[in-house]
């Protein structure tokens, strides 16, 4: 009994269509404050990455294989004409400092000028902070746990049936325990209730065991229940290290046969800046092994404990001293004590309500010729939700003279080359005028791209008029 039930969940933990793919929220999520409501969505194959829970592939989806193609005769990249500088800040913005940099509304005069004025030109250092709920410390790890070595699975045992006595997950699974468990919640931090949902017709014991392992996860100010999950979030690290390390050699092998592997986070356009990205969950794992430049400082922020156990746990074994993971609601950061070099989000709105509002305010945390990168999976969803909900916020940032670069993943051209869609926006180093009929056009080149390619390569658009 106990090897069908771990069958069954395995099953279960394994998406059941490579058409599948959700869109909204999900509880265990980066930043997530409230919980949304997911919904699933179809799409055509050419134009969405579906990697399975439990493969490499599903951490690093652009890495482990090449780019879909999707538009191969499609030249959208575009890199508007620059501006001509109308007016440099007044030198006496120059002592403006952090705390007095109140501005009355994201994108203000006064908001740009502090901007400009805190940035120095030195290495930037800029710690996150939060304002909400703190969060009770975890109990002490122990040798194995705090050191480079997995925990075993008796400490995992051990460790679970403190934070919940009640379950039966451990008899159920037997010594498969630790597997269901953390491709449970693996799969949980990414879909959310929608997990839940396709379980609903498995055996029931099998459902009871995915619920106790999500309420275990969501108890986030339960010592023993965070605990559990920090154990499990490591051992995971472990786990996908010997994968990493596959596609390490595999990539080394398409590179030597002349093939090209995007990536996946932009370079920082200012060495030695710092770079927040915003939501990246367990993918940052193939990241923090392969994509990070040297000198640049990143920030992985990540609402869920087991998530940010993981990221610490993958950046010790890359011996990435440049990475951290840090646990933060995302509607609750702070602005930083020095401007940002890159601020990068992947579908931090379908994840946390309210998030496109925040960034509006986060822009202001960018210096001078840093950027904001936005970024999706090439799926007509995701693309729909980025033009709804980040389109007013680009467009007001072009009409600043903020430059404007998109490319789509697997399009050739300059900014075609991620394996992810991608908008770049880099703020002007002195204050420039565009009229808004010049940010609309830019930003409309863009929409027109975006449904050329769900008419021209989605015969599925239609379902998402």
Same mark, same amino acid.
């Given at each position: 009994?106990?090897?069908?039930?771990?069958?069954?969940?395995?099953?279960? +933990? @394994?998406? #059941?269509?490579?058409? $599948?793919?959700?869109?909204?929220? %999900?509880?265990?999520?980066? !930043?997530?404050?409230? &919980? *949304?409501?997911?919904?699933?969505?179809?799409?055509?194959?050419?134009?969405?990455?579906?990697?399975?829970?439990?493969?490499?592939?599903?951490?690093?989806?652009?890495?482990?294989?090449?780019?879909?193609?999707?538009?191969?005769?499609?030249?959208?990249?575009?890199?508007?004409?620059?501006?001509?500088?109308?007016?440099?800040?007044?030198?006496?913005?120059?002592?403006?400092?952090?705390?007095?940099?109140?501005?009355?509304?994201?994108?203000?005069?006064?908001?740009?000028?502090?901007?400009?004025?805190?940035?120095?030109?030195?290495?930037?250092?800029?710690?996150?902070?939060?304002?909400?709920?703190?969060?009770?410390?975890?109990?002490?790890?122990?040798?194995?746990?705090?050191?480079?070595?997995?925990?075993?699975?008796?400490? +995992? @045992?051990? #460790?679970?049936?403190? $934070?919940?006595?009640?379950?039966? %997950?451990?008899?159920?699974? !037997?010594?498969?325990? &630790? *597997?269901?468990?953390?491709?449970?919640?693996?799969?949980?931090?990414?879909?959310?209730?929608?997990?839940?949902?396709?379980?609903?017709?498995?055996?029931?014991?099998?459902?009871?065991?995915?619920?106790?392992?999500?309420?275990?996860?969501?108890?986030?100010?339960?010592?023993?229940?965070?605990?559990?999950?920090?154990?499990?979030?490591?051992?995971?690290?472990?786990?996908?290290?010997?994968?990493?390390?596959?596609?390490?050699?595999?990539?080394?092998?398409?590179?030597?046969?002349?093939?090209?592997?995007?990536?996946?986070?932009?370079?920082?356009?200012?060495?030695?800046?710092?770079?927040?990205?915003?939501?990246?969950?367990?993918?940052?794992?193939?990241?923090?092994?392969?994509?990070?430049?040297?000198?640049?400082?990143?920030?992985?922020?990540?609402?869920?404990?087991?998530?940010?156990?993981?990221?610490?746990?993958?950046?010790?074994?890359?011996?990435?001293?440049?990475?951290?993971?840090?646990?933060?609601?995302?509607?609750?950061?702070?602005?930083?004590?020095?401007?940002?070099?890159?601020?990068?989000?992947?579908?931090?709105?379908?994840?946390?309500?309210?998030?496109?509002?925040?960034?509006?305010?986060?822009?202001?945390?960018?210096?001078?010729?840093?950027?904001?990168?936005?970024?999706?999976?090439?799926?007509?969803?995701?693309?729909?939700?980025?033009?709804?909900?980040?389109?007013?916020?680009?467009?007001?940032?072009?009409?600043?003279?903020?430059?404007?670069?998109?490319?789509?993943?697997?399009?050739?051209?300059?900014?075609?080359?991620?394996?992810?869609?991608?908008?770049?926006?880099?703020?002007?180093?002195?204050?420039?005028?565009?009229?808004?009929?010049?940010?609309?056009?830019?930003?409309?080149?863009?929409?027109?791209?975006?449904?050329?390619?769900?008419?021209?390569?989605?015969?599925?658009?239609?379902?998402?008029?």
């Amino acid at each position: 009994m106990k090897k069908i039930a771990a069958l069954i969940l395995t099953a279960a +933990l @394994v998406p #059941a269509s490579a058409w $599948a793919q959700v869109r909204g929220g %999900a509880t265990g999520q980066a !930043g997530l404050g409230t &919980v *949304a409501a997911p919904t699933p969505v179809v799409s055509g194959p050419a134009l969405q990455i579906t990697p399975s829970a439990l493969t490499a592939a599903f951490l690093s989806p652009a890495l482990a294989a090449p780019a879909p193609l999707i538009a191969p005769a499609l030249a959208v990249a575009v890199k508007p004409a620059a501006a001509t500088p109308a007016k440099i800040a007044p030198a006496a913005l120059a002592a403006i400092t952090p705390a007095a940099a109140k501005p009355e509304k994201p994108g203000s005069e006064q908001a740009r000028a502090a901007g400009n004025a805190l940035f120095d030109g030195t290495v930037l250092s800029a710690p996150a902070a939060g304002d909400g709920p703190s969060v009770p410390a975890s109990a002490p790890e122990d040798r194995r746990s705090s050191g480079l070595s997995p925990p075993t699975n008796d400490e +995992l @045992v051990a #460790a679970y049936r403190q $934070a919940a006595p009640q379950s039966r %997950a451990v008899e159920n699974f !037997g010594r498969d325990f &630790v *597997a269901m468990a953390a491709g449970a919640v693996q799969k949980y931090t990414f879909m959310g209730n929608y997990f839940l949902e396709g379980l609903k017709s498995a055996p029931l014991e099998i459902y009871r065991a995915a619920t106790d392992f999500i309420s275990t996860h969501d108890k986030r100010e339960d010592a023993p229940s965070r605990r559990f999950m920090e154990l499990l979030g490591r051992w995971n690290a472990f786990q996908d290290h010997a994968k990493e390390q596959m596609i390490a050699m595999r990539i080394a092998m398409m590179k030597r046969l002349g093939q090209t592997v995007p990536r996946n986070l932009p370079p920082s356009p200012i060495p030695g800046g710092e770079y927040w990205d915003m939501a990246a969950g367990m993918n940052a794992q193939g990241f923090i092994h392969r994509e990070l430049e040297p000198g640049v400082n990143y920030s992985f922020f990540d609402y869920s404990p087991f998530v940010v156990s993981y990221l610490k746990t993958a950046a010790e074994l890359a011996g990435a001293k440049n990475a951290t993971a840090v646990e933060a609601d995302l509607l609750q950061l702070k602005r930083p004590a020095k401007p940002l070099a890159v601020l990068r989000t992947k579908n931090a709105v379908h994840y946390v309500p309210g998030f496109d509002k925040k960034l509006e305010t986060m822009t202001d945390w960018i210096a001078p010729g840093g950027q904001m990168i936005i970024q999706n999976d090439p799926n007509p969803a995701q693309r729909s939700m980025i033009i709804e909900k980040h389109g007013p916020l680009a467009r007001r940032l072009i009409a600043e003279g903020w430059e404007f670069e998109y490319g789509f993943s697997g399009s050739p051209g300059e900014w075609g080359g991620y394996a992810l869609d991608t908008i770049v926006l880099t703020r002007p180093k002195a204050a420039v005028e565009k009229t808004a009929a010049e940010a609309a056009r830019q930003w409309s080149s863009y929409e027109r791209a975006v449904q050329y390619l769900e008419r021209s390569f989605n015969p599925f658009a239609g379902l998402f008029r």
